[in-house]
């Protein structure tokens, strides 16, 4: 079975004298359940695993009981050291403080027992870290599937990657088109909306949220002001409620709001924000788009390549510091600018042939000589190569 890359950088860490609490954090369906079974199974050691996404009401108690369940594997001959692991546990409320509790005794005790911590909604699960657990975690971020991920595991062209994104449960699903659709549409966006948002932050306005989440595949890769979200969305809602949400979605690991690069100065949080979608499957089985219509029409297969690398430049950048924007000044627009401490990169993606002006970069440049500058696409870097390289190599 294909094992993510990152399966080399979390098994040293579980292989090493209990230390830290592993916690695998990321969007649904991006292989994290998986992901942890092919761990446990590396280690060849006793392993407890126990998911709260069941539908019994669970609490602090349900914790207290797996994680007893798991002291006893360390109480059979010869063993020593044991694994437990809890998935969607962001779903308990009090969860962090039960855990620290549960870890700090076995710690006191010099039980050897190693914690894995997996969960879909990344912003509820490093608000109970933060709050109770300092100290005592690592975080591994599990974003979306990258092309040569999809091209190992799947046999994906560049072409598929670009239009039906990195969900490897729906890679199987590509020759029937509606199949992929509906899977995407039902397993992705209804239930990370439904039940991943909505059941566990206080919606006021689910309509607007779902509405902003299909505004947002709509334009992805354009800049658009909540001003005119709100017009397009016909609401009544304010730009804070919408900035809200947008965050919300971006947590959940479906769409973005970029914010304007502005140098050193501080960013305007009302500032117009770039809406991207983190995965293009998303955008397209949204529209129930075909591919082979999609392909012929330049300027759609345009905005999906600007998505894809837009996408790709912000799942791979979680984890090592780097903030991806935008650019825009006086009608010039410039894709991405991606920073990391005093380093800026200028980001231009061009799947056009025929356009050879760079207006946007060009201008950037000026204001910001410093910067470095990667072209994307025609005359630059070609997708293949550039879906290939870590983000953080880039810097």
Not at 92 to 109: I, Q
Request: proline residues 5%.
């Amino acid at each position: 079975m294909y094992k993510r890359p990152i399966f080399k950088d979390i098994k040293p860490r579980l292989e090493a004298p209990r230390n830290f609490i592993q916690v695998l954090a990321g969007p649904r369906q991006t292989g994290k359940t998986t992901l942890v079974r092919q761990l446990s199974n590396a280690l060849d050691l006793p392993c407890h695993y126990a998911s709260a996404d069941e539908p019994a009401l669970k609490g602090h108690a349900w914790i207290e009981q797996q994680w007893e369940v798991a002291r006893l594997l360390l109480s059979a001959p010869g063993v020593n050291q044991a694994i437990i692991i809890l998935d969607e546990i962001q779903k308990l409320p009090g969860w962090s403080e039960t855990v620290k509790r549960l870890w700090d005794e076995d710690t006191g005790a010099g039980l050897d027992l190693k914690a894995i911590i997996v969960g879909s909604a990344p912003l509820l699960l490093r608000q109970g870290l933060t709050e109770s657990l300092a100290g005592r975690f690592e975080v591994h971020p599990i974003m979306h599937w990258s092309y040569p991920e999809m091209r190992d595991a799947f046999d994906f062209n560049l072409d598929q990657y670009l239009f039906f994104g990195g969900y490897p449960g729906a890679a199987e699903l590509i020759s029937e088109p509606e199949r992929w659709a509906g899977y995407i549409n039902e397993s992705l966006i209804e239930t990370t909306v439904s039940r991943d948002i909505m059941l566990m932050v206080r919606i006021d306005k689910p309509v607007l949220l779902r509405r902003l989440f299909e505004l947002a595949c709509a334009y992805s890769g354009q800049i658009l002001s909540y001003q005119k979200m709100v017009g397009q969305l016909q609401d009544v809602g304010n730009t804070t409620t919408l900035a809200h949400y947008l965050g919300l979605l971006e947590s959940a690991g479906l769409v973005a709001g970029l914010q304007k690069y502005a140098g050193q100065t501080v960013r305007k949080r009302a500032s117009s924000p770039k809406l991207l979608v983190m995965n293009t499957g998303l955008m397209n089985a949204l529209a129930y788009r075909a591919f082979d219509i999609a392909r012929r029409s330049p300027d759609l297969w345009g905005r999906i390549t600007e998505t894809a690398v837009g996408a790709y430049l912000l799942n791979e950048s979680k984890g090592f510091g780097i903030k991806v924007n935008y650019w825009a000044a006086r009608n010039r627009e410039l894709d991405f600018v991606l920073t990391k401490g005093d380093a800026v990169l200028a980001v231009e993606v061009k799947s056009a042939l025929g356009k050879t002006s760079l207006p946007g970069i060009e201008a950037f440049a000026k204001e910001f000589p410093n910067a470095r500058k990667l072209l994307i696409g025609a005359q630059g870097m070609d997708l293949e190569t550039f879906f290939t390289l870590p983000v953080r190599s880039l810097l």
